[in-house]
């Protein structure tokens, strides 16, 4: 079983930048590939970003230039930095890890979630 925890989140004027973190419990977390989604009141859960166990990005077609998925092994954490902060980026932010399919982009596919934290981006 693997515990993750994000931080991070919080109010930010539009235009700002906010940094979540998303660590784990689990020492070889660095073998893991990690996924941030969202989820905006009375919307379904929606894939943001991943980075798998290699280094490999992808992102949402939205958030592509804005956001930046990264790692640190040796903190066993998972970040998204969000530049140019929107206002319809508002949401809970999830991680999530344990993926057992090909299907990066489906929540579905992720044996292990985070509580979230909401991000507010205001106009």
């Known amino acids: 079983q693997v515990t993750l925890v994000e931080s991070g989140g919080g109010l930010v004027q539009a235009g700002g930048s906010l940094r979540l973190s998303c660590a784990a419990s689990e020492r070889t977390f660095s073998n893991y590939d990690v996924a941030w989604f969202r989820q905006a009141p009375g919307k379904q859960r929606e894939f943001v970003g991943d980075?798998?166990?290699?280094?490999?990005?992808n992102y949402l077609n939205s958030v592509k230039g804005r956001f930046t998925v990264s790692r640190d092994n040796s903190l066993n954490t998972v970040y998204l930095q969000m530049n140019s902060l929107k206002p319809e980026d508002t949401a809970v932010y999830y991680c999530a890890a344990g993926r057992y399919s090909n299907e990066f982009s489906d929540s579905a596919s992720y044996r292990y979630w985070g509580q979230g934290t909401q991000v507010t981006v205001s106009s």
């Open positions: 980075i798998e166990w290699g280094g490999i990005t």
